[in-house]
């Protein structure tokens, strides 16, 4: 996690707990063999001499746990998902239905720390948003804390998995039409479950929102990543005149707005949620005073990197598509990159010898779309810093970086006529996933 807070670590209060909890049911031994696949693959990468025999238990473990996901939720059947009725049945109790989406949630864990690149914690993403409905549907996962906190996470994840692009979903026999349609939108498509959701992410005396712990991404900045998403799935599916619809343009205005006027304030997320009663979450081995700190600036990243994919995905790399005057005035891509990796450099010069891994998404796209030689040299430690966690994704996430710095060396951005100096480079890292087929699990 970004911080250390034994506390407040779904891990370990939530999904192991569960895992281990008699009567044993298949829901909880399909948690269970999800969260040893991860503690496999994280040991391999961490190890010399046992690397292939950590790999293998991974392996058979991650198979294991696929395969009963796959039996509970589509009744056995790839080819014919169950009824709610059938999930009913194969669920007993409110324990196996909160196991189960904590399940689909740990499938994707495992492809970050496998590192394996196919779209297969995508898919178990899908299966996450059909747990929800068969169980049923939002309403019950807004009844208590736990069930929140799950579902704050699948939206975090769901959200974050949405800005890839991911899209091959129909070869899988896992999947079916529903969930294919599912692929290319957020849970957000309507305004009775976009209210739900917004409830799901706000604190309340006896609920409290979590993500900024455990994900290091305040509620603000999730909330604009979504409508980037959803504002660019619009820009890409209509025309150029439907784009440019006066409606459409105050949205993409608004959320400018929103997303940047929070860089100019030093505040902005200073102790911007806490826990029930008033105090902050309090990490294991160093004061309040510095686990706020951590915290902080983890969340600032996740705000820097939110407003360069803003850049990426409403602008096409450029300083910005509206006619807003006030644009004019915003930091460069470069310096958006260079803030980004800053927070993320305070997070790792707080933390050296303690367990804190900071979150993949912030990290790849401040990297990715580095231009500048010595933010690229920055890139290059903050990854080699990461990898010491035992994360399998590192490696593939520098890869494709590399991928793109060179597609954008060779376009020719450094040439001052191409009128993007300190802007973003002309390659859409998601055209060079989709093309090289890398679907790495963004977290």
Request: hydrophobic share 40%.
């Amino acid at each position: 996690m970004p911080t250390s807070a034994p506390s407040q670590n779904p891990y370990l209060r939530l999904y192991l707990p569960m895992a281990l909890e008699e009567p044993s049911t298949a829901a909880k031994k399909c948690l269970l063999q999800g969260i040893l696949a991860v503690a496999a693959y994280n040991k391999a990468e961490l190890s010399t001499s046992d690397r292939r025999t950590y790999l293998r238990q991974a392996a058979e473990f991650k198979n294991q746990a696929a395969e009963m996901l796959r039996d509970i939720v589509l009744g056995g059947n790839d080819s014919r998902p169950s009824t709610a009725a059938g999930a009913s049945v194969a669920l007993g109790d409110d324990t196996d239905k909160q196991a189960l989406l904590a399940a689909a949630l740990t499938m994707t864990t495992v492809e970050v720390f496998s590192g394996e690149d196919q779209g297969k914690g995508y898919e178990s993403l899908l299966l996450g948003k059909r747990i929800i409905r068969l169980t049923g549907g939002l309403g019950w996962w807004l009844q208590d804390g736990p069930r929140m906190t799950l579902l704050q996470i699948f939206r975090c994840l769901e959200i974050v998995a949405h800005t890839s692009g991911w899209l091959c979903v129909s070869r899988s026999s896992m999947l079916s039409e529903e969930d294919v349609s599912d692929a290319t939108s957020t849970s957000s498509s309507s305004d009775s479950t976009a209210e739900m959701e917004s409830l799901a992410m706000a604190p309340s005396p006896t609920h409290q929102y979590t993500l900024d712990v455990s994900f290091g991404v305040a509620m603000k900045t999730l909330r604009c990543l979504n409508q980037i998403i959803e504002l660019s799935s619009l820009k890409s599916n209509g025309s150029a005149g439907e784009w440019r619809d006066t409606e459409s343009a105050q949205k993409v205005e608004r959320l400018e707005e929103e997303l940047f006027d929070s860089l100019d304030d030093p505040d902005a997320f200073s102790g911007h949620q806490e826990a029930p009663g008033g105090s902050s979450a309090i990490q294991e081995g160093i004061s309040s005073y510095i686990s706020e700190e951590i915290k902080e600036n983890h969340v600032w990243a996740f705000h820097y990197a939110t407003a360069i994919f803003f850049r990426r995905a409403m602008c096409d790399g450029r300083a910005s598509d509206t006619v807003n005057p006030r644009s004019t005035d915003r930091p460069t891509g470069q310096e958006l990159v260079s803030k980004a990796l800053e927070h993320l450099e305070n997070v790792d010069a707080l933390s050296s010898d303690i367990a804190v891994a900071n979150t993949l998404w912030p990290g790849f796209v401040a990297a990715v779309e580095a231009v500048d030689m010595d933010l690229r040299h920055r890139a290059l430690i903050w990854f080699a810093r990461a990898r010491r966690h035992g994360i399998g994704n590192i490696a593939k996430a520098k890869a494709l970086v590399m991928e793109v710095w060179r597609r954008v060396d060779r376009s020719g951005h450094s040439d001052p006529s191409s009128g993007r100096r300190g802007e973003l480079g002309h390659v859409d890292w998601r055209d060079v996933m989709r093309e090289k087929g890398m679907y790495i699990m963004l977290t």
